[in-house]
């Protein structure tokens, strides 16, 4: 689809674009969507083990992805989708704390869903969202 414009932030985006073909975000007009991000370190790609902190760097990466789409992060955001494995109290707890942190004005759409394995071994979380970037 040559008429939509993708993105992949430096580091683990570029390398999963070229290792598996899929891009972190696409803009769709005013809207961008994201793939799944996962708790991983966006430069190295190592996972976080504990998924307090594997949560809290799926929405630091989700911010990332936006943001090189050129949107302007979080405060854009009004659906979001995260699989967990497992999905736990724990999990449900860190994603709560999250979304007071990274998207404090307002309460986005969200789907919650517990999944027996993710794209790669250690992952523990996916967050995928769609954000409204009007003034593009």
């Not at 689809?1 to 007009?29: C, D, W």
């Not at 966006?42 to 949107?71: K, S, W």
């Not at 109290?89 to 789907?111: I, K, S």
């Amino acid at each position: 689809m040559s008429h939509l414009t993708y993105y992949n932030y430096p580091g683990v985006g570029e390398r999963n674009a070229q290792n598996f073909k899929y891009s972190q975000a696409v803009r769709i007009g005013d809207r961008i969507e994201c793939s799944g991000q996962g708790g991983w370190d966006p430069n190295t790609g190592e996972f976080h083990r504990e998924i307090n902190a594997q949560i809290a760097q799926a929405f630091a990466n989700v911010d990332l992805a936006l943001r090189t789409a050129g949107g302007k992060g979080w405060a854009q955001v009004f659906r979001v989708n995260s699989y967990h494995v497992p999905i736990n109290n724990e999990a449900l707890e860190a994603m709560v704390r999250n979304f007071r942190q990274w998207v404090p004005g307002h309460e986005p759409l969200w789907t919650c869903v517990g999944v027996s394995r993710l794209g790669e071994d250690d992952m523990r979380v996916e967050i995928e969202v769609v954000a409204h970037d009007p003034g593009s």
